[in-house]
């Protein structure tokens, strides 16, 4: 999964934008792929995995309603730091 996220997915991402002066082709255009070991890549996935199973449990979508509508955008990325850095210990 890891070389194929690397070496596949993540160059194909970074040109799915045609318009090469749009905002997401000048973002991309030097992105790097930074997750570092197969083990942490395979963290990552496994927790979205979770993730998106507990918003599928919520038939009235409650876990997104909660995110999207009560924190702030501070409290978004403090959060996914804190969930991505917790996965890397």
């Given at each position: 999964m890891y070389q194929i996220m690397q070496g596949e997915v993540f160059p194909f991402i970074k040109t799915?934008?045609?318009?090469?002066t749009s905002a997401y082709a000048k973002y991309m255009d030097d992105a790097i792929f930074k997750i570092p070991t197969p083990?942490?890549?395979?963290?990552?996935?496994?927790?979205?995995?979770?993730?998106?199973?507990?918003?599928?449990?919520?038939?009235?979508?409650?876990?997104?309603?909660?995110?999207?509508?009560?924190?702030?955008?501070?409290?978004?990325?403090?959060?996914?730091?804190e969930v991505f850095c917790s996965l890397t210990n």
């Open positions: 799915l934008h045609n318009d090469s083990q942490l890549l395979e963290k990552i996935v496994t927790a979205l995995d979770e993730l998106y199973a507990l918003i599928d449990k919520q038939p009235d979508r409650k876990v997104m309603k909660y995110i999207n509508h009560h924190m702030t955008k501070s409290k978004k990325k403090k959060i996914l730091s």
